[in-house]
């Protein structure tokens, strides 16, 4: 069995932290003896802890904080960690300065983010890469955009991430039309992105104004989190005079019973890895429009077609790909039936697992 801890510096409630425990429920206890080292508390150390997984908390300040290093060197030699599993920059440099203090323990990368470096950051990617013994892309455009950091493409392994088609594609009698008040006649749109800087909530909205200009069909987009821009975009849809056609439902835990009670999804961000959201969605069969960024186009294009794609902050073309859907039930289930098709052969859970196990063993050889 592989001990493996995984480092992160923010324990939250994000893609990363869920893919994480997706890697721990899978693993821990048959191939893995999973551990988690943590900076800051969230609600991945709760989660992991119901699971059994010893958490430690590690103080790192920045990528080159060697006290930190040391300290995880310690922590690595008593637990007599054979992986140290990294998720971000910064606990990525801390793990692998810390193998000055304790070569044994290996490190492996997760890049998550496709994010342009400074000039710093690709010196030392081109410094510290040697002592990593393996790094997986969630996504092609993340492998090129290490690449052009300075990381060496030859200990990259791109390893999409991955959904349990049981878990999200169980149906259930979704209680959303009902509770919100929309008539079954209604084209239903829904977004489930936190209302921050770069999920493009303005730009969604603004395609709305656009769309009801296009369409004289009944329709609602219904926006499902919060965040520090929640109340802006309640102003701006207020401004519009979209208060009819847009329901703010605030943050919520119930998403499969959402997604069921809607006809299409709408992906309208500034930047994206692999989303989770988006392969959850198509996992229930649920048709989708997302922005032409990062791996975006790793899950919807030509092969796949369960979606469409859209120029980010084009609101008028997001409008005529809504209307394009909406108007032609065909392609509504053409789409459904590839959604369905794609997480099983191309980003289940079990193949994200599988291929990740498979690359801490081939990191022990290293």
């Not at 997760?110 to 990593?132: K, Q």
């Not at 997001?318 to 191309?346: F, G, P, S, V, Y």
Request: with cysteine; hydrophobic share 40%.
């Amino acid at each position: 069995m592989i001990k493996v801890l995984y480092l992160i510096n923010h324990a939250g409630k994000a893609g990363t932290e869920r893919y994480v425990q997706s890697l721990v429920e899978r693993l821990n206890g048959k191939e893995v003896e999973a551990y988690l080292g943590y900076n800051e508390e969230g609600l991945l150390v709760e989660k992991l802890s119901e699971l059994g997984v010893t958490s430690h908390r590690i103080s790192m300040k920045n990528p080159f904080d060697l006290r930190a290093a040391y300290n995880l060197s310690k922590l690595c030699r008593k637990l007599k960690i054979d992986i140290i599993h990294t998720q971000y920059l910064r606990e990525n440099y801390i793990a692998m300065w810390s193998r000055l203090f304790n070569p044994k323990t290996k490190v492996m990368y997760t890049n998550h983010f496709i994010l342009e470096n400074n000039a710093l950051l690709r010196f030392f990617n081109r410094v510290l890469t040697p002592l990593e013994a393996n790094i997986a892309a969630v996504c092609n455009k993340g492998k090129e955009m290490m690449i052009s950091n300075g990381v060496n493409g030859n200990k990259i392994k791109v390893i999409f991430n991955g959904v349990d088609p049981k878990e999200w594609g169980g149906p259930v009698e979704s209680t959303m039309r009902q509770e919100l008040k929309i008539d079954d006649d209604t084209f239903v749109m829904l977004c489930a992105s936190r209302f921050a800087y770069d999920k493009g909530h303005e730009f969604l909205i603004n395609s709305i104004a656009e769309l009801k200009k296009m369409t004289n069909k009944k329709f609602v987009l219904v926006l499902a989190n919060d965040g520090p821009f929640f109340e802006e975009r309640k102003k701006q849809a207020l401004n519009l005079g979209l208060e009819k056609d847009i329901i703010f439902t605030g943050f919520r835990k119930d998403i499969k019973n959402l997604i069921y009670g809607s006809d299409l999804y709408i992906n309208s961000s500034a930047h994206e890895a692999l989303s989770f959201a988006i392969l959850e969605v198509l996992a229930c069969g649920l048709p989708i429009i997302a922005t032409d960024m990062g791996g975006n186009g790793d899950i919807i294009n030509s092969e796949t077609n369960c979606g469409i794609l859209v120029r980010y902050d084009d609101a008028e073309g997001l409008a005529q790909a809504i209307t394009r859907i909406m108007n032609d039930e065909k392609l509504q289930k053409t789409l459904r039936e590839n959604a369905l098709k794609t997480i099983r052969e191309k980003f289940n859970l079990d193949k994200m697992v599988m291929e990740t196990y498979n690359l801490y063993r081939e990191s022990l050889k290293k």
